[in-house]
């Protein structure tokens, strides 16, 4: 099949509309963060937000394992009846992780709590349990969602989730120098998803679900019981590997330095949030079928040339002017983190490509590779990260993005080997992506190299 034949593939039953529709409520609860944003960033200290970065990491660890991987299976099934026996399998899980998690963290004593920079720490774990439930059962009913293609219920639930994060971070500002509503607002806009969710599937699919059974949920779990042996610890080495060393740099570095990371990575991360997460999910509702006719290489090459002409040109030139624009939208106090997103580009270029069609592991049947992949890339990000701060502490945030540009690279080709993706039809795409991608850097270089000219000149005046 010709590159002309994979993008009519493309067009297809919908993929572009089914992109379109998640893209513009994932593009419109994008630009309610990033307005809010620079106002952030003055009600609040870069040490509150490093207060989030912990916080946001130990939810995000927790919360992508917590339904066991049920979540990704439920698109799976042909029959209705049992994907709804694995969603609920799924939401037993989290609710059994929930209470687990609860005692741990009422054991954690405080000799562990002082190491981080951040005294108040403590006082704030409460919402870790409450988050990590709101996260992950959010995600089961989504890829409900995504199993019945309304993409247009996620792309609303995505905006009221980013409204009620801004309104409480915003209403909560500064509130008597606490970082209360910034660590609180994306546990109530989670709250808010899953109930607005909740709510929308037990009234459409009542009927369905009322079929449920611990007989039905036992016979699904005997069927897909390779998601939580391989799937779930494959996820948790993603999802640490992102996000541990980001508490151990709360823990090591100097300063609020996990601040600067987190806000680096939120604003990098919103352009693939745009694109990437939305292209993953309807990838994830369509790529089943075309491996059973034989179409997922073709699929996927498709899938990396609009990914290559859209996304990552856009990437490429926010790293170039992250340095000097931080300082102008954020203020004075955030330049480390424009420097630090300049770091991490090369990174997020390849987590752009990868991570849209990485379930495509999953869906043939390459988890046991997909869990050394992901054990590979804790094991490297951590190392990285400990190695930095016993040499150069002081580039440690620079050590954690190398090893993020590393490991996406090798995950990378990994992905397209297994699915048999020929290297001439990669290089095809990115030869048909080139022009595109000159313009984006050759501004981007343009602008960069005008910055200390321009300010120059303001000193000769």
Not at 137 to 163: M, P
Not at 357 to 364: E, I, R, W
Request: net charge positive.
């Amino acid at each position: 099949m010709n590159i002309r034949e994979s993008w009519a593939l493309i067009r297809g039953h919908g993929f572009l509309s089914s992109v379109g529709v998640l893209v513009g409520g994932t593009g419109f609860a994008a630009v309610i963060s990033a307005v809010m944003l620079p106002v952030l960033t003055r009600l609040y200290t870069p040490h509150d937000f490093s207060l989030l970065a912990v916080l946001t990491a130990m939810i995000s660890i927790i919360s992508v394992v917590a339904c066991l991987r049920f979540d990704i299976a439920i698109p799976i099934p042909e029959q209705d009846n049992e994907a709804a026996n694995i969603l609920a399998l799924a939401v037993v899980s989290v609710f059994a992780v929930v209470i687990v998690l609860s005692g741990v963290l009422l054991a954690v004593p405080a000799i562990v709590l002082a190491r981080f920079s951040e005294p108040s720490l403590g006082s704030y774990l409460w919402i870790v349990p409450v988050g990590v439930a709101a996260v992950a059962i959010t995600s089961a009913l989504q890829y409900w969602l995504v199993r019945k293609k309304d993409f247009h219920a996620i792309a609303r639930n995505r905006i009221a989730q980013a409204s009620a994060a801004a309104a409480t971070q915003l209403s909560l500002g500064g509130l008597n120098g606490m970082a209360l509503g910034l660590v609180l607002g994306p546990t109530v806009g989670s709250s808010a998803a899953c109930a607005g969710l909740a709510y929308r599937i037990t009234r459409t699919e009542k009927s369905l679900f009322k079929r449920v059974s611990w007989r039905q949920m036992r016979s699904a779990f005997s069927v897909y019981h390779r998601f939580p042996k391989y799937s779930a610890l494959e996820a948790l080495s993603n999802s640490a590997g992102i996000q541990l060393p980001i508490i151990m740099i709360a823990a090591l570095a100097h300063g609020p330095e996990a601040g600067f990371l987190s806000l680096a990575m939120f604003v990098i991360q919103a352009p693939m949030g745009l694109l990437g997460t939305a292209i993953g999910q309807v990838f994830l509702s369509r790529a089943p079928q075309e491996h059973r006719l034989g179409r997922l290489d073709v699929f996927i090459i498709g899938i990396l040339g609009g990914l290559l002409k859209v996304g990552v040109g856009p990437l490429i030139f926010g790293g170039l002017l992250a340095p000097s624009l931080f300082t102008k939208v954020f203020g004075e106090d955030w330049h480390r983190a424009g420097i630090l997103m300049a770091w991490m580009t090369p990174w997020f270029v390849m987590q752009f490509l990868a991570s849209p069609v990485s379930t495509a592991l999953h869906v043939v049947n390459r988890q046991r590779a997909a869990l050394l992949l992901q054990l590979f890339g804790l094991v490297t990000r951590v190392a990285a990260v400990y190695g930095a701060s016993l040499f150069a502490v002081g580039a440690i945030s620079e050590a954690y993005a190398i090893s993020g540009f590393v490991f996406y690279s090798v995950y990378f080709l990994v992905i397209l080997n297994a699915v048999g993706v020929s290297a001439s039809g990669v290089f095809g795409e990115l030869r048909r992506a080139a022009p595109a991608l000159a313009v984006w850097t050759g501004t981007g270089l343009l602008l960069w190299v005008a910055e200390p000219i321009a300010l120059i000149e303001s000193w000769m005046r």
